[in-house]
């Protein structure tokens, strides 16, 4: 079946615009996380869903940053008046979220350039 | 913060060498998981090992765990230079958040 799938693939924009990262995880994982990393570094968790539980948000930077996971499935990274530090690739995984061999599957990233 | 710390941060060897990386955490954990990133995209999952497994073999991975000192590693044999790219341990899952370690860029040169 289909992985998880993330659009745009690339996005450029201007500081300040806001831009909607989408990820479409696949069918029937409960979980979902979004990740950040920036070039060369390691990965930055932002927010992760489970189930029909309130999302941990904790890791998102700041109140520029915010996402919503519609119907259990597809899920959107909004970003605010974005700022030229918020250029980095966006990374998305889903996951059954049970089990012990719980694995997270991800999808290919958004890369984001502010101008 | 992280939950895994992955040491070396860069390795290179030449291919046929050995490769070792290893990760320690800090909480206890159900299992934990290597995974691999190439060019800065989305990553693949690679191995899973139990807290009750001490090892674990894929191929030529070979995968550690001693639970009491709270460390992994992770062995990859006879490395090839499609191997080079980065290696990150992960921790939780089953209704935990799972949370990566900081990454071991592996280069091998042909």
């Known amino acids: 079946g289909a992985g998880v799938s993330q659009s745009p693939s690339n996005k450029v924009t201007e500081k300040g615009k806001d831009v909607e990262l989408r990820c479409d995880p696949i069918s029937g994982h409960t979980a979902l996380y979004w990740y950040r990393q920036s070039l060369g570094q390691g990965l930055e968790f932002l927010i992760y869903?489970?189930?029909?539980?309130?999302?941990?948000k904790s890791g998102l930077p700041s109140d520029r940053f915010s996402a919503e996971r519609t119907g259990g499935s597809v899920s959107t990274l909004t970003i605010q008046r974005t700022q030229q530090e918020d250029s980095a690739v966006y990374l998305c995984?889903?996951?059954?979220?049970?089990?012990?061999?719980?694995?997270?599957?991800f999808g290919p990233g958004t890369r984001l350039t502010v101008l | 913060s992280q939950q895994g710390e992955e040491d070396p941060q860069a390795l290179s060897i030449q291919e046929g060498e050995n490769a070792t990386m290893n990760c320690s955490y800090k909480?206890?954990?159900?299992?934990l998981q290597w995974y691999r990133q190439n060019s800065g995209r989305g990553l693949v999952h690679l191995i899973l090992?139990?807290?009750?497994?001490r090892e674990k073999h894929s191929g030529r991975l070979r995968v550690t765990l001693d639970t009491s000192k709270k460390s992994s590693s992770l062995l990859i044999t006879a490395s090839r230079a499609a191997d080079t790219a980065s290696y990150f341990c992960?921790?939780?899952?089953?209704?935990?958040?799972?949370?990566f370690g900081t990454g071991t860029k592996l280069q091998v040169i042909p």
């Open positions: 909480t206890s954990i159900n299992n």
């Open positions: 090992i139990r807290s009750n497994e």
């Open positions: 992960a921790t939780g899952g089953h209704y935990q958040k799972v949370t």
């Open positions: 995984a889903s996951s059954l979220g049970i089990g012990d061999t719980d694995t997270q599957y």
């Open positions: 869903f489970q189930g029909n539980s309130a999302p941990d």
